[in-house]
């Protein structure tokens, strides 16, 4: 293998599949990334068995071949190269990368690439796609909600159910619930649902940035597997095997208190009352009256801290307290200029939406003050 | 048969029965009168556990010579006049039952000179009856030799046991006394040999190296004097052991009730109460704890024997027990014993000389210092200054801060273990206990203010348990319920979980239910209405807690040292296991031969 490529697209393209790299394994191979030339790009590949993370970079290919190399220092030394063509030479008989830039030489002892795992790439004419805004936007509004707890692995995941022309995705642990449909491109002949770790969707969301194209999804049944292809990144996942609770059911269907008060200055009450309530439950108070929602926190060491915003209410008062960082969390999601909490008693869920937005709807369960 | 007035002797014997139950007894009646009669110095002598003999000897202000006959018979005392006196008794006996008791059912030799008086009688009484008497010259005070006890009681005289547990039982009786009256020189023989010989300086902490010998004597905390209510006025004095100190049964527990000892098991209770959590399972402390408060809100007139006393608020003086000994225990803790309170002040230093050369009254020896100038002592197994407030009560967080030295985290030994650097040396810590600790504190001070916040489930959880588990969860319920977990009967031996604690809401919620409901009837009842709540909690925390084998982050670890720091109790985890240990510098310096 022989080939040059810019210093900057490469550094950018390991910073991409570099976390898919896992810090603890026992088996050496997953602590290399995969350098392999494909079709006159570099191919660039990592993986820890459940997310693999793929990423072609531009070069001048001179002869094909493939290698692994220790992914850490291999990334450390690139990163601290200049912005300068990089040209990369395997010996194939030590499996040695030589590396020069410049004025800088360097070799890295590798492994065959043969021993690396396959990583699926996604067949040609991918089943279902979104645009990448949409699901920018959808990850950040329901990833946070899944649960962290490894003992209920359906939780950790995000629920994702493709059908007609719309993908839901779904996600809760236990004390909330988000959310959040996006239209598909192409209407989709099967329903299809799939559990997908969070972690890989935070991964996605990551990687998806900025890019403006569309996003292209597709699984791999026997493998259980599901594959996002972006612009020059393939990431695939395993799936979550389970069935995921039928979360209709917990969307209240009635309420008697709406709310509509601004997000940012909702946040921002939040955010200071979490200031007092920052002990191990995080406990706020929303005072309702009229024409008005007091947001405060008591906390018995500290001292106790109350904001009081203009909101428009309908219905009767109302006291209900939350979970202060889940509060922060939803209204950080959203992205209209105006929320709406819908109540109905200190001990009923309360719904959470953007005014304006109906694709999104978060369900959050208030907590109690026991005597 | 007809019914007719037992003769008087008869009648003496009976009565006896209930005063003079073996020869300890009467050395309490006997060395109770001493006391009451004004000595400092007290010589006790038994042959054969006292069968044979018990004399005792003091220099209180004796009998007046008209007086000594009368001094034997039934319902003849010198310390009560009206029935009145009974309300507020300041003196040991009252009752004028002792000696008659005593003299029915042995050989009696009374030798007595009053203060006042130039000479001395010697009376000389067997049955009851008296034999002899005579006038002589004596020193002033009292001695009476018992000789032949329940000679002509058989039936009591086959229950006595060997010489040895008899002259343990009276061993128990006069060392306790020795501690609770320091300013009293006490001298106990048994077949010619010394057993116990105190100063009578009025130092309890001699009294207590003569007693326990110097190892547990020198280990002993002083309990500071604390007033439970100022209205009320109980004071609560003595020693109690540091938490490393600990016995398999209850007998080290001593109290004593305005100068009297006494049996309370709710007393008793409150005291391995104050240790709650901080010794392990099943060992009980060692406690002097000696009671002063105004005699008529105690009732010494309960039992012949006056072992057992009624409070007229027990529940005040169970609080203030309670509260003095867990503040002492928790101003000092185990792994405290090298990690030294900072320097004292110059000023502190003075106080300290001046304390040292001041001559300790023991009968109120702490209140006339000032708490906030009290002497800090310098060695490490006495209590630091009582700041510390009781641990129902807020501890400023200055106060909590100081528990333990701040500490660095150096990293994580097999998985088990964290070790950290503090300004004296290594600490090592059990993460598992550490973190059991912390839990329960969070857990326990939200409790005890009385807002548990719970979290609601978004959807209920359906916990269904073994057959006989569920029948154990159910009488739970109601205290799971104050402790923010609502869960209810779902039939059958089902159960929905519809809220959890807003500090557990991670925790699994079958597996929360599963371990409540397991072996519960293995945990005693108790006399404390809150013990529920507690164990429940400690069983949650020990489920919650990161186990051995866990591996931490570093910044898991400076969490958990940081919240360990903030803990009251750093040192011991719920269930009195060690949290931590240190190695000094001296020490490594030391292993290392440097």
Request: charged share 20%.
């Amino acid at each position: 293998m022989e080939l040059s490529c810019l210093q900057e697209n490469l550094s950018k393209g390991l910073s991409i599949v570099g976390r898919a790299v896992p810090s603890r394994t026992t088996m050496p191979i997953l602590r290399n990334v995969l350098l392999a030339t494909d079709h006159g790009q570099l191919k660039l590949a990592a993986t820890n068995l459940e997310l693999g993370i793929v990423h072609w970079v531009g070069a001048r290919v001179e002869t094909d071949g493939a290698v692994t190399i220790p992914a850490r220092n291999f990334i450390d030394l690139v990163n601290s190269l200049p912005a300068e063509q990089i040209a990369l030479v395997v010996d194939e008989e030590s499996q040695t990368l030589r590396l020069t830039c410049g004025s800088v030489k360097a070799s890295f002892r590798g492994i065959d690439a043969e021993e690396f795992p396959v990583i699926p790439e996604p067949q040609d004419g991918a089943e279902m796609a979104v645009e990448a805004g949409d699901l920018r936007q959808a990850l950040s509004q329901v990833t946070f909600a899944a649960s962290g707890d490894e003992s209920h692995k359906v939780l950790t995941g995000v629920l994702a159910e493709f059908e007609g022309q719309t993908l839901t995705l779904a996600s809760a642990d236990g004390f909330r619930l988000s959310v959040r449909e996006i239209p598909l491109l192409h209407p989709i002949p099967q329903p299809l649902s799939v559990i997908i770790p969070a972690r890989a969707m935070a991964e996605l969301a990551r990687i998806i940035g900025t890019q403006e194209e569309p996003v292209e999804i597709s699984t791999t049944q026997p493998h259980n597997q599901v594959l996002f292809k972006l612009q020059d990144t393939v990431l695939n996942t395993q799936l979550i095997d389970g069935k995921y609770p039928d979360y209709r059911r917990i969307i209240p269907q009635e309420h008697t208190i709406t709310v509509v008060v601004g997000r940012a200055e909702l946040l921002q009450a939040c955010k200071r009352a979490e200031i007092f309530a920052r002990d191990a439950t995080n406990i706020v108070k929303l005072a309702i009256g009229d024409g008005e929602l007091t947001v405060e926190a008591d906390s018995a060491e500290m001292g106790r801290g109350s904001t009081r915003l203009e909101a428009n209410v309908e219905g009767p008062e109302l006291e209900i307290a939350f979970n202060v960082r889940f509060l922060i969390d939803v209204l950080s999601a959203i992205n209209t200029p105006q929320v709406v909490l819908e109540l109905t008693t200190p001990t009923n869920p309360g719904v959470i939406k953007g005014v304006g937005d109906e694709s999104f709807l978060h369900v959050v369960m208030p907590m109690h003050l026991g005597r | 048969m007809t019914i007719r007035l037992l003769p008087e002797d008869v009648a003496a014997r009976i009565a006896a029965g209930e005063v003079v139950e073996r020869p300890a007894s009467v050395v309490k009646e006997l060395v109770e009168n001493s006391l009451d009669a004004g000595a400092t110095r007290l010589e006790i002598e038994t042959r054969t556990g006292g069968q044979s003999l018990i004399r005792v000897r003091d220099n209180g202000q004796g009998i007046p010579q008209a007086e000594v006959t009368l001094a034997f018979r039934r319902h003849a005392t010198s310390k009560l006049e009206t029935a009145q006196d009974l309300e507020r008794i300041r003196t040991l006996g009252f009752r004028g039952e002792a000696l008659a008791s005593i003299a029915s059912v042995s050989r009696v030799t009374c030798t007595t000179r009053y203060t006042e008086e130039s000479v001395g009688t010697r009376l000389r009484l067997e049955g009851g009856k008296v034999v002899s008497r005579q006038s002589l010259g004596w020193p002033q005070g009292t001695e009476l030799r018992i000789e032949d006890l329940f000679y002509n009681v058989p039936a009591r005289r086959k229950f006595l046991r060997a010489a040895r547990t008899e002259r343990k039982h009276i061993d128990a009786f006069i060392t306790r006394y020795a501690i609770a009256y320091p300013q009293i020189a006490f001298s106990v023989m048994h077949d010619g040999r010394q057993m116990l010989l105190t100063a009578g300086r009025g130092d309890v902490r001699e009294a207590l190296l003569a007693v326990y010998g110097t190892d547990l004597g020198n280990s002993l905390l002083e309990i500071p004097a604390v007033f439970a209510e100022p209205e009320l006025p109980i004071q609560v004095r003595g020693y109690v052991g540091p938490t490393t100190v600990h016995r398999a049964n209850r007998g080290y527990i001593t109290l004593f009730v305005n100068g009297r000892w006494i049996q309370d098991l709710r007393l008793t209770y409150a005291v391995i109460q104050a240790y709650h959590t901080l010794l392990p399972v099943k060992r009980y402390p060692v406690a002097f704890v000696i009671i002063t408060l105004p005699p008529e809100e105690v009732d010494v007139n309960v039992h012949p024997a006056k072992t057992e006393v009624r409070f007229h608020n027990g529940d005040d003086v169970f609080r203030a027990v309670q509260r003095a000994v867990r503040g002492t225990v928790i101003a000092e803790a185990p792994a405290a014993a090298t990690w030294q309170a900072p320097p004292p002040t110059a000023q502190q230093v003075v106080h300290q000389r001046l304390a040292a050369l001041r001559p300790a009254s023991p009968q109120a020896p702490l209140p006339e210092i000032a708490p906030a100038d009290r002497p800090r002592p310098s060695q490490p197994h006495t209590a630091p200054a009582f700041e510390a407030a009781p641990p129902s009560e807020s501890v400023p967080p200055q106060a909590r801060a100081r528990r333990l030295p701040p500490l660095r985290v150096v990293g994580q030994v097999s998985t088990m273990f964290i070790v950290a650097e503090g300004p004296d040396g290594l600490y090592l810590i059990d993460q598992h206990a550490a973190h059991e600790r912390i839990l329960y504190e969070q857990m326990v001070s939200a409790w005890r203010q009385g807002d548990i916040p719970s979290q609601a489930l978004l959807e209920p959880v359906v916990v269904t348990l073994p057959a006989d588990d569920a029948a154990r969860l159910e009488p739970l319920l109601p205290a799971l319920q104050t402790l923010g977990m609502l869960v209810e009967p779902f039939g059958g031996a089902s159960f929905l979980v519809r809220s959890l604690p807003a500090h557990w809401r991670d925790a699994d919620p079958q597996m929360l239910l599963a371990d409540l409901a397991a072996n519960t009837e293995t945990q005693a009842p108790s006399p404390v209405r809150l013990e529920l709540e507690e164990m429940i909690v400690r069983r949650i925390c020990k489920r919650l807690a990161v186990k051995g084998g866990q591996v931490l982050s570093r910044e898991e670890m400076d969490r958990l040292v940081r919240d360990l720091e903030q803990t009251e109790n750093p040192r011991t985890c719920p269930h009195g296991r060690p949290t931590i240990i240190q190695i000094s510098l001296e020490q490594l310096a030391h292993q290392f031969g440097r």
